[in-house]
């Protein structure tokens, strides 16, 4: 994949051009790694302007156009179906395009959702239970659902159904993974201009190979996913077999390579960190919907390193 051709150890340039997302905040006990919130304190940044172009495609786009979440850009045309207005902005009517967090692709990066090749009935669902509250994100996906017609959200789910997912992280076992900060500009943990390493302690830290390219919403630039030594293993146990005395057993709703049943979504491939993030809110109650009672069951007695080991394995496996 392309997306591993480079990476910047400087990520001041990551600030530049993703528009700043609304400060989040986080449960009370519920571990801030999985949530990707700013640091207070951030390293200088010199702003990109003027024409933008990434390899490998023969588009250019303005800074400034890349920076706004109306309209996004659309670097590879030719991968993908026709888009519908709701995921392109194209004709105006919307301030939050949904391939502006989801990537034309439907990869996404860790604060957002991998949508690509995920079943259209799923996504429709999972809108409404935005819609009703009874999958609790108030900063963005509440809001957006709310605003978005039914019709909307039914062409935009078989858009991204609709697109073929991709390898889009590494992951990576490691004691000492390099030192990270949080940006504001799109919520992204890149590498500490300063350099060196820390213990990884109970976490995952999830970087951009490239993070100008990340931040330009390349398609093709992905991710490297760190988490602590034998979480692979671990988590394969886990999910297989509800190793250590648990019942997850993933391979039961999702199959057996884990891309999903019928209706029920993939979860091989997907990013770590996100991962990790919704079995946190199924624990905690704030993702809920028809299945709500079975998953938070499957995950209420996953720990937090039990979290960290099956996102870690998840993340490690192709998508398809």
Same mark, same amino acid.
């Given at each position: 994949?392309? #997306?591993?051709?480079?990476?910047?150890?400087?990520?001041?340039?990551?600030?530049?051009?993703?528009?700043?997302?609304?400060?989040?905040?986080?449960?009370?006990?519920?571990?801030?790694?999985?949530?990707? *919130?700013?640091?207070?304190?951030?390293?200088?940044?010199?702003?990109?302007?003027?024409?933008?172009?990434?390899? #490998?495609?023969?588009?250019?786009?303005?800074?400034? &156009? *890349?920076?706004?979440?109306? @309209?996004?850009?659309?670097?590879?045309?030719?991968?993908?179906?026709?888009?519908?207005?709701?995921?392109? #902005?194209?004709?105006?009517?919307?301030?939050?395009?949904?391939?502006?967090?989801?990537?034309?692709?439907?990869?996404?990066?860790?604060?957002?959702?991998?949508?690509?090749?995920?079943?259209?009935?799923?996504?429709?669902?999972?809108?409404?239970?935005?819609? @009703?509250?009874?999958?609790?994100?108030?900063?963005?996906?509440?809001?957006?659902? &709310?605003?978005?017609?039914?019709?909307?959200? /039914?062409? $935009?789910?078989?858009?991204?159904?609709?697109?073929?997912? *991709?390898?889009?992280?590494?992951?990576?076992?490691?004691?000492?993974?390099?030192?990270?900060?949080?940006?504001?500009?799109? /919520?992204?943990?890149?590498?500490?201009?300063?350099?060196?390493?820390?213990?990884?302690?109970?976490?995952?830290?999830?970087?951009?190979?490239?993070?100008?390219?990340?931040?330009? /919403?390349?398609?093709?630039?992905?991710?490297?996913?760190?988490?602590?030594?034998?979480?692979?293993?671990?988590?394969?146990?886990?999910? &297989?077999?509800?190793?250590?005395?648990? @019942?997850?057993?993933?391979?039961?709703?999702?199959?057996?390579?884990? &891309?999903?049943?019928?209706?029920?979504?993939?979860?091989?491939?997907?990013?770590?960190?996100?991962?990790?993030?919704?079995?946190?809110?199924?624990?905690?109650? $704030? $993702?809920?919907?028809?299945?709500?009672?079975?998953?938070?069951?499957?995950?209420?007695?996953?720990?937090?390193?039990?979290?960290?080991? *099956?996102?870690?394995?998840?993340? $490690?496996?192709?998508?398809?």
């Amino acid at each position: 994949m392309t #997306g591993w051709i480079r990476v910047l150890p400087f990520a001041s340039l990551l600030t530049s051009v993703v528009t700043a997302q609304a400060p989040l905040s986080i449960p009370n006990g519920l571990p801030s790694w999985a949530y990707n *919130i700013p640091d207070k304190v951030q390293p200088p940044s010199v702003p990109v302007t003027g024409p933008v172009r990434v390899p #490998g495609s023969n588009k250019e786009y303005d800074a400034a &156009k *890349i920076a706004g979440n109306a @309209t996004p850009p659309d670097w590879f045309p030719g991968e993908h179906i026709s888009a519908p207005p709701i995921v392109t #902005g194209e004709g105006g009517g919307t301030t939050m395009a949904c391939g502006s967090c989801h990537l034309m692709s439907g990869q996404g990066h860790p604060e957002s959702a991998d949508l690509a090749g995920l079943p259209v009935e799923y996504l429709v669902r999972q809108m409404n239970y935005f819609k @009703t509250g009874a999958r609790k994100d108030d900063a963005r996906m509440g809001p957006i659902a &709310k605003a978005t017609s039914d019709e909307d959200i /039914r062409k $935009s789910a078989e858009y991204f159904a609709a697109l073929t997912p *991709i390898p889009f992280v590494k992951v990576i076992e490691t004691s000492m993974p390099p030192k990270t900060y949080v940006a504001t500009a799109g /919520r992204h943990r890149v590498l500490s201009p300063q350099g060196g390493t820390e213990p990884i302690g109970h976490r995952i830290i999830q970087t951009p190979v490239d993070p100008q390219r990340t931040a330009d /919403r390349d398609p093709h630039s992905g991710y490297l996913a760190y988490v602590p030594p034998g979480s692979i293993a671990n988590g394969e146990a886990l999910v &297989k077999t509800g190793g250590n005395g648990k @019942t997850i057993q993933c391979v039961i709703c999702h199959g057996d390579q884990l &891309k999903g049943l019928g209706e029920v979504p993939r979860i091989a491939g997907l990013q770590p960190v996100y991962i990790a993030r919704q079995l946190i809110n199924m624990q905690n109650g $704030s $993702s809920a919907g028809t299945n709500a009672a079975l998953m938070k069951k499957a995950v209420a007695n996953l720990s937090e390193d039990d979290i960290i080991s *099956i996102s870690a394995y998840l993340g $490690s496996l192709p998508p398809r």
